[in-house]
């Protein structure tokens, strides 16, 4: 069975920094691309970042590019997500997400971050 | 990266069908046969219902059906049902991003 299982959120201050991480289980997890997509409270579907199955290719939305960087360690099994000066703008649930954009077939639960003086 | 359009919201009775339309443009809908659609139901992790216009992943219902004509993209779910009352967002690949959402379509089950 697929697995995501994301952590590592939590609140934290604006100016901050926090890494998320994804467990990925049940599959190959070097033979897909994968994404982080987040949901502000009440609001629609954002896309924050995307990442080849071998890192090669690294995207990020103009709104975090400089901010967060995406990685993943594939003798892990693990995604992750860096997210540095944190703004009240990224509070949000964040999903790590299986598939090439925009088909992404699994999703985790989310971990929510909360950026709040 | 402008959000597509979605309308707010669509209600339906059961049994009947219903269609949300997706609104972009030739840069990203209309240029590329990569449009998904996915299923939110509150609190709950998205769901794929439709990837590349039309297809439907295994599991998926046949219920819901995808289609485009230009630059708006259509999900057509018919014989409504309860637990089809949820959010539903289209989302596409663009010409200077991986990937785009609309703003998302609360659909109601009257």
């Known amino acids: 069975e697929v697995q995501l299982v994301e952590s590592g959120g939590g609140l934290v201050k604006p100016g901050g920094s926090l890494r998320l991480s994804c467990a990925a289980s049940?599959?190959?997890?070097?033979?897909?691309?994968m994404n982080w997509v987040r949901q502000a409270p009440g609001k629609g579907l954002e896309w924050v970042s995307s990442?080849?199955?071998?890192?090669?290719?690294?995207y990020y939305a103009d709104s975090v590019k400089g901010r967060f960087t995406i990685s993943r360690d594939n003798a892990k099994n693990s995604l992750y997500l860096q997210m540095n000066s944190l703004r009240a703008e990224d509070t949000a649930v964040y999903y790590c997400?299986?598939?090439?954009?925009?088909?992404?077939?699994?999703w985790g639960q989310g971990t929510l971050v909360t950026v709040s003086s | 990266q402008s959000a597509l359009t979605q309308p707010a919201s669509v209600s339906g009775s059961p049994g009947q069908s219903i269609t949300i339309s997706c609104t972009g443009t030739?840069?990203?809908?209309?240029?590329?046969?990569?449009v998904s659609w996915y299923q939110q139901h509150p609190g709950k992790a998205p769901k794929l219902m439709i990837y590349?216009?039309?297809n439907r992943p295994s599991g998926v219902s046949n219920r819901f059906s995808g289609s485009k004509s230009g630059n708006t993209a259509s999900l057509t779910i018919s014989g409504l049902q309860a637990e089809d009352e949820a959010d539903y967002y289209c989302?596409?690949?663009?010409?200077?991003?991986?990937?785009?959402f609309g703003g998302g379509t609360k659909l109601t089950v009257l």
């Open positions: 049940g599959f190959t997890f070097s033979s897909y691309s």
């Open positions: 030739s840069s990203d809908v209309g240029g590329y046969n990569y």
């Open positions: 997400a299986r598939g090439d954009t925009p088909n992404a077939d699994y």
């Open positions: 990442i080849s199955s071998s890192s090669s290719y690294i």
């Open positions: 590349e216009v039309s």
């Open positions: 989302s596409s690949y663009t010409s200077s991003s991986p990937w785009v």
